[in-house]
Nanobody
Framework: QVQLVESGGGLVQAGGSLRLSCAAS????????INWFRRAPGKEREFVAV????????DYVAAVKGRFTISRNNTKQTVTLQMNSLKPEDTAVYYC?????????????????WGKGTLVTVAS
């Protein structure tokens, strides 16, 4: 069992930065790849970023490549999403989710555990 809690959301001006954290509880955190998804108002949930179990492999949706960075600390059982050069279109509720693949499934239907989300609002 893994419980995930996101934090770090808030209101930021376009061009600014935010750092989201996903804190996990449970003794098998390193057995899960961690994904970030987001759901913008009126839109479907979409994949944003993923990090493999060991933290050696990452991937991003094209819209955030070069602006967002995902990292993890298996000792502290945390995953961080550093978001720079934020745009109004990044406004969404951001969720972290865990799956048991090695490199991450990047599909919402493949996730085993979800956090409740944290709201990011980027003002223009």
């Amino acid at each position: 069992q893994v419980q995930l809690v996101e934090s770090g959301g808030g209101l930021v001006q376009a061009g600014g930065s935010l750092r989201l954290s996903c804190a996990a509880s449970g003794r098998t955190f390193s057995s899960y790849a961690i994904n970030w998804f987001r759901r913008a108002p009126g839109k479907e949930r979409e994949f944003v970023a993923v990090i493999s179990r060991a933290g050696t492999i990452t991937d991003y949706v094209a819209a955030v490549k070069g602006r967002f960075t995902i990292s993890r600390n298996n000792t502290k059982q945390t995953v961080t999403l550093q978001m720079n050069s934020l745009k109004p279109e990044d406004t969404a509720v951001y969720y972290c989710a865990a799956d048991q693949s090695v490199t991450g499934l990047k599909r919402a239907d493949g996730m085993e555990y979800w956090g409740k989300g944290t709201l990011v609002t980027v003002a223009s």
